[in-house]
C-alpha cells in the first residue's frame, strides 16, 4: 500500500470511528467493507441516510485517491449525488466499491455502489474530485 494511503488510513477518524476496512482492487478502483453499528441508527430498523452518504463519499474519494498517490497527489471531494435504493438494517455489512470513470488533469468522476451482504443494491452515486499536491493536505505531519 502507498505510503499516503497507509497515513491517511491511519488519521481518518470517518474510517476508524465507522469499521472501514479498504481493499485497494487497482489504482482508480477500491472495496470499503462496513459493518453496520448501533450509532449508525435512525430507527430501530433502519441506518440512517447520512451514514450510506458518508460512506459513499468515503469510497469514491479513497478510489480517486488511490489513482493520484501515483502523481503524489490527494483528493478533495468537489460534489456528489447519490441514490438511496433500498433502506441499510441492522446486522447487514455494507460493501462499498468506487471506481474512476475519468481522470483529468485536477478533476476526476468517480462512480460507487454501495450493496449489502445479501448482493442487494442499497445506493448508487457519481463524484467530481479536486487533486492537489500532497504537502498542501497536512498527511505527514500527524
Not at 469510497?59 to 490527494?74: D, P, Y
Not at 468506487?98 to 457519481?126: D, P, Y
Request: zero cysteines.
Amino acid at each position: 500500500m502507498h505510503p499516503i494511503i497507509e497515513q491517511y488510513q491511519r488519521t481518518n477518524q470517518f474510517g476508524l470511528t465507522n469499521g472501514l476496512e479498504l481493499n485497494i482492487l487497482a489504482p482508480g478502483s477500491v472495496v470499503y467493507t462496513m459493518p453496520v453499528q448501533t450509532a449508525h441508527l435512525a430507527l430501530p430498523s433502519t441506518v440512517h441516510g447520512g451514514i450510506i452518504a458518508g460512506l459513499m463519499d468515503a469510497v469514491i474519494s479513497v478510489a480517486g485517491l488511490s489513482l493520484t498517490v501515483l502523481e503524489e497527489k490527494v483528493v478533495g471531494t468537489v460534489e456528489f449525488k447519490i441514490n438511496y435504493l433500498l433502506p441499510a438494517k441492522p446486522g447487514d455489512v455494507l460493501t462499498a466499491s468506487g471506481k474512476v470513470l475519468k481522470a483529468g488533469k485536477r478533476l476526476l468522476i468517480v462512480s460507487g455502489e454501495i450493496h449489502n451482504q445479501k448482493k442487494e443494491r442499497i445506493a448508487i452515486g457519481t463524484g467530481t474530485l479536486n487533486s492537489y499536491p500532497v504537502a498542501l493536505s497536512g498527511i505527514g505531519e500527524a
